[in-house]
């Protein structure tokens, strides 16, 4: 056993020698196990001859390894060659171990601790069949055919080195070695003839034999006891059914099919898929390793293995041969001597790869093979019957099922499993593509697609490379400036101005809307403007008679005020330094647009005066709504303050009131026909003028009422002087008009939202407790505070933000009135439960805002949606509105004019059920 | 946008390849940031002595002190947490002959994490990220393990079980008084291949990676304690109240960390100041369509943290914050922060309540489900584009 093991391993070197190099190695076989003692004496010989050759060995082994890899090297065009010496220094390496009757511990006790005759011999042969690829062949071929034409063989060892110049000096440097080897190839001639059945060195030997079918000799000679056809791989009972085999159809049929096999080549070969498995020792192809692992528990395979060991036949190890196609290509003249060597021989060398070069390949496959675990153990779930039993299984990941667990393992193991594994488990899974002919023709197509899309794109590229760089441009510049970009992105040619505003929302289309409703009509401001302009002129009028009238006995009061200039700075004090910038602007501004005719008669009480008199009226100036621009449709009540110079008293009220209508009719033009009616209201400290349409309200303040109220200056004429609160609310108001001109009145959206939030208050008693100049001043704070400029939609939803924050909720921090000097709360007279329901009803509009309801909140009907005309980016977006469009029209279309929310909600909820 | 600069500028060929033809960009909305009282004090300026915040403040931090976890209840989740970390730590270096799935990385997260945990709820959150998909097997198989090995490490210390159950984000492992969520993710590049059937859920996967950059958000940017102390203090009133449950932890870090530190001198403000806060940012729409919310550190550019609520929800977590800040404003903290029980557990916000003659009601929803196209669809669209637009 042990030697045929050796045996074995021996011949499966050699077998993968023969095929390789197209040898029939059959002969080898049988003849070994009787060869040990010639080869022995060949050994023996060679050392015999080799004592004087020991010293010049070594060096020539070296220099021999040297040129053979130098050989290889320089073949190494050839995959052939290269391959063929590197399998020459394997087979040498197994050598030692793979031949133990031959006299290994007698180089042993030579003692050549680097004893590599083996090698060198491998190496010496290794080149020889290298070159006899290269051209040498047929001369080292004739070496060891010596068998049939011994004849030519003296002479070809030598020269076939000289054939090779290169190799000669080493060669010659030992050429007892030449010699010696010479000895042994004659020795194995000699035992070659007399065995007749080659032994293992002729197998090993059969380098460069170009091995001929013809040559293969039939076993019959070594079939003995038991009748094994080879090729059948079968024993025969006795030499007569042998033989009866040997004519059988089957044998005649395998036989040639062999043959055929091995004269096409590979083309059987090709025909299994890339991963069959091959067991050698039956020469069955199975298809995986499950069905490798089947056969090998098989029956028949067991009963040809047991036929084996009886023959003392090498077993090959039951590690599958894998056929790989693409190798097989590579060698074609090898394929023949497969075919030849029909015998034991081929068992390990079936593939008749070019093992040699792809040993390595090999491995890492073989490697692989293992390396396919079964994944996904846990997505296959067990169907148990009753009693427990797995019935069947299921995989989760494919949607199969199986009834057997091998194909339950098989499956686990298979590409279509770890795909779906990798897809769905484990990203990183490496599953092995097929390249299949069609995912070939895929990917091609898939590159060509490619191709053709970059040539597209290179294409439009160059076409649009004007808009591109526009493109950049703006991008580069200014992406970060958001709409802007936009606009001028897209709008080109669309006449966007540079600004580049947003486009308005809906709540600002919401907001003016309703500003637009509440704005007062054309005719209802000239109303008011010439009635006030007729009661500022009157008043004018009033004012100069009185100077004239008052002057002396007023000169010698207040001696202070003699020019006009003064006056400006007098009336007010010190706490309106501030007031009085504001008064000087606002007086002009007042003045100018209350009529054309220069009497200035807000800005400038005392202009008329010509002289250095004191006059007891020194000045008018609008005041609330009118000053602040704040008029509402349906607003009838405007106010007038007239600064006084000493304190008003009821006389100079009623003297005014008294006076006026006569003024009043002068100053008016013969042809209107406007008739003023004059009314004292004494509580009020004012008088009004009123027209029918439009009543203004004059009040009689001074700024000397602010003065602290001390000593008997007061208390002097405290009875006939007007109410003192009224006056100072008449001075407030003065201070309020100018604060507003200056503050409120120059933010964005500022004055459309106080008009609005005005709109509101009247209409809401949940606010109307919020007096118009707290509310003045919180709009204002809010849109100061704002960081930007607001549309009116934003700024109104900001002023709801801001109350339903609790901004006027006690633990707030007021409304600063910045026409005081102390920190006065502007509201801070407002009962908390106002408080509270202001912010409650803020809260509620502030959502409804902020779901689109802001016509509930406005009390107006939802406007429809507009087209925007903004450009290609809202395509779809402007189709769908316009059908939007299209129901709100028909809707409003059917005549209903809704005024309140309910009802608008209602006729919402019977438009929605008509759609 | 930095996107298209790059694209116009280089002329990468890629533009056709990202799907999206040149002029079909979402709209650009310039949102704005809503009133913030704090931001706008220059314009107005207290006019009045500022109200004796001493009992809200005494209120907020005794229920802060309430709401802390306990000692004993930290080191019971301490030990669960260091223990399941172990065995995770020890699947991901040395998986062995665990082969349900790959693990990455782990990473504590969540309020454990954060240093915001409440008391009563010692649950801490791991965040799992597997190398391999997240199929529902791959979860069970895991948490068997981690029960097994957990279970071994807990019998080495003497202490009890610990069971652990599967659930859509993940598993969770109980102990006897603490409990971890393990929450399971997955890679960024394996979130597209996610199947609805197979895998955990889309949404809940990406929930959980943007678990872990909230986590380091918050270790970098909110770790002053008075954030801490605020995000418990409205944790707990959020749980309260049945219109700021929706609002998620994350939404309420940010919101803390906004009304502590967003202020023009950036110092913590005091935490009376920045709880009346929260509630007027809530009250005043910050969390309402249109409004430009509190941008998202740890999404791309230009999304809001609110966006998570839909439309209902916003309306409802509105209206409630804005009922509560009216309470708190007449005196009923002590309601609103739940030391005191309203009415035997009514919740405070859905009831009308007289204080000192003041009636306090709640408000009705302004959301409707069906209200006429025109106003949902636009909505809808806001809070799409919110989201993409860049």
Sequence with gaps: MMAANNYFGFTHGGTQYGAATASAAYGGQTGYAVAPAATAATYGTQRAAATGYDTAYQAAAATQAAHAHAHAAAAAASAYDASKSAYYQQAAAAYPTAAPPQPQPAYDTTAKPAYSTPATYAQQYGQGGARGSGGAKPAYGSVYTATTAAASYPSQPYTAPAAQPAKQTANRGNSAYDTALYNAASMYVAQQKTGGGGSGWKNYNKSGVGATPQRRPKPQPKAQQLHYCDVCRISCAGPQTYKEHLEGQKHKKKEAAVKVAAAGGAAGARACGASALRCELCDVTCTGADAYAAHVRGIKHQKVVKLHTMLGKPIPSTEPTKLTPAKKTVAGAPKVSFVASGGLSTVGASSSVPRPADKEDEKVEEEDEPEVQPVGQDYIEEIRGDDGKALSFNCKLCDCKFNDPNAKEMHMKGRRHRLQYKKKVQPDLEVKVKPSMHQRKLAEAKAQRMLVRDELWARRRMHEAGEDDERAYWEGADWWRGPHHHHHHQGMGMGYGPVGRRPETSDDRHVLAKHAEIYPPEQQLQEIQRAVSHTEKALKSLSDALADHARPKNQAGKAVIKTEDKKDDKPEGKEDGRDNQLFSFVGEGEAAPASGDGAGAGGAGGAPVGGPGVRALKGVMRVGLLAKGLLLRGDRDVRLVVLCHDRPTVTLLKRVANDLPHHLNKVKGPNEDAKYKVELQPAEGAVQVSDGTVNVVVSLTSAVMREPAEGGDIKRDDKDVLPRQKCLDALAALRHAKWFQARAASLQSCVIIIRIMRDLCRRIPNWTPLNPYAMELLVSGVMQSASGALSPGEALRRVMEALAGGLILEHGPGLRDPCEKELVDALGNMPAQKREDLTASAQQFLRQIAFRQINKVLDMEPLPKVKHASGGWKFPRKRRRSNTDADQDTHNGDGKVVKTEEKADVSEINSNAKK | ?390
């Design chain 2, 1 to 390: 946008m930095v996107r298209g600069a790059g694209r116009g500028g280089r002329g990468i060929p890629g533009r056709g390849g990202m799907g999206r033809p040149p002029f079909s960009r979402p709209r650009v909305l310039m949102l704005r940031p809503p009133f913030d009282l704090i931001l706008a004090e220059p314009a107005f300026p207290r006019c009045k002595p500022a109200p004796d915040d001493a009992a809200l403040t005494q209120a907020l931090l005794k229920r802060h002190a309430e709401l802390c976890p306990t000692p004993t209840e930290q080191s019971a989740v301490l030990s669960i947490v260091t223990k399941l970390q172990t065995v995770l730590d020890n699947l991901v270096v040395a998986p062995g002959d665990f082969a349900a799935c790959q693990l990455e990385e782990v990473r504590q997260v969540g309020s454990y994490k954060k240093g915001t945990m409440m008391a009563g709820k010692n649950v801490a959150d791991i965040v799992v990220i597997m190398k391999t998909l997240p199929t529902k097997e791959a979860v069970e198989g895991l948490s068997n393990k981690v029960n097994e090995e957990l279970n071994k490490l807990m019998r080495a210390e003497g202490l009890g079980n610990v069971s652990s159950t599967c659930h859509e984000r993940g598993f969770t492992v109980t102990a006897a008084t603490a409990a971890v969520r393990v929450l399971v993710t997955t890679l960024h590049q394996n979130l597209r291949k996610l199947e609805p059937e197979v895998h955990l859920d889309y949404k809940v996967i990406s929930s959980h990676l943007a678990a872990i950059r909230h986590s380091r958000w918050f270790e970098e940017n909110a770790h002053h304690s008075s954030i801490k102390v605020l995000i418990r203090l409205l944790r707990d009133m959020c749980a309260r109240h049945s219109g700021l449950e929706p609002l998620t932890p994350w939404m309420i870090d940010l919101l803390a960390h906004h009304c502590i530190m967003n202020n023009p001198a950036r110092q913590a403000l005091p935490i009376n100041v920045a709880f009346r806060r929260s509630l007027s940012l809530l009250a005043g729409g910050l969390f309402l369509p249109g409004c430009a919310g509190l941008p998202d550190p740890c999404e791309a550019a230009h999304s809001r943290a609110h966006t998570a609520l839909d439309l209902a929800a916003q309306d409802h977590a509105a209206a409630t914050a804005q009922t509560l800040l009216r309470v708190v404003a007449r005196g009923g903290h002590r309601y609103v922060l739940g030391l005191q029980a309203f009415e035997g557990g009514k919740d405070i916000s859905t009831e009308i309540t007289v204080w000192d003659g003041v009636v306090v009601s709640p408000l009705a929803p302004a959301y409707h489900d069906s209200p006429e196209p025109m106003d949902t669809e636009d909505k809808d669209d806001d809070g799409i584009q919110d989201g993409v637009a860049a």
